[in-house]
C-alpha cells in the first residue's frame, strides 16, 4: 500500500532549525515536493526535488530551506533554517506531478503531515 509518513516537526523560536523527514513505502520515489497549510489558508508547495536532483523553492523560503533525497533510503528531507513565525503550518509531503500521484497513491491522497510551529 503505497503512503508517505511526514516525521521531524515541532515548536522552536524564530531563527531556530528543524529537520523534516519524509519517508516513503510502497513505491520508489522519483520527484517529490514539500507543501504546507497554515490555518486558514491553502495548501502550497514551498519545495521540490527531481528525479535528477533539481530544486525549487518557493519565493518564501528561498535561501533558508533545503529539499534533499536519500535514494537508498527512499527519504526526502527539508532542512528548515532562520525559522519564522510565518512557517507555522502542518507540512506534508506528496508528489508534484499530479497525474503520477493519482497513479501511485490515489486521487486526492495526502498523509498525516507534521506540525511545525515557530513561536518565542
Known amino acids: 500500500q503505497p503512503q508517505v509518513a511526514e516525521s521531524g516537526g515541532g515548536k522552536v523560536q524564530p531563527g531556530g532549525s528543524l529537520r523534516l523527514s519524509c519517508s516513503a513505502s510502497?513505491?520508489?520515489?522519483?520527484?517529490m515536493g514539500w507543501y504546507r497549510q497554515a490555518p486558514g489558508k491553502q495548501r502550497e508547495l514551498i519545495a521540490a526535488?527531481?528525479?535528477?536532483?533539481?530544486?525549487h523553492y518557493a519565493d518564501s523560503v528561498q535561501g533558508r530551506f533545503t529539499i534533499s533525497r536519500d535514494n537508498t533510503n527512499n527519504i526526502v528531507y527539508l532542512q528548515m533554517d532562520s525559522l519564522k513565525p510565518e512557517d507555522t503550518a502542518v507540512y506534508y509531503c506528496?508528489?508534484?506531478?499530479?497525474?503520477?500521484?493519482?497513479?501511485?497513491?490515489?486521487?486526492?491522497?495526502w498523509g498525516q503531515g507534521t506540525q511545525v510551529t515557530v513561536s518565542s
Open positions: 526535488i527531481r528525479s535528477d536532483g533539481g530544486t
Open positions: 506528496n508528489d508534484p506531478l499530479l497525474k503520477r500521484r493519482i497513479e501511485i497513491m490515489g486521487d486526492g491522497y
Open positions: 510502497g513505491f520508489t520515489i522519483t520527484a
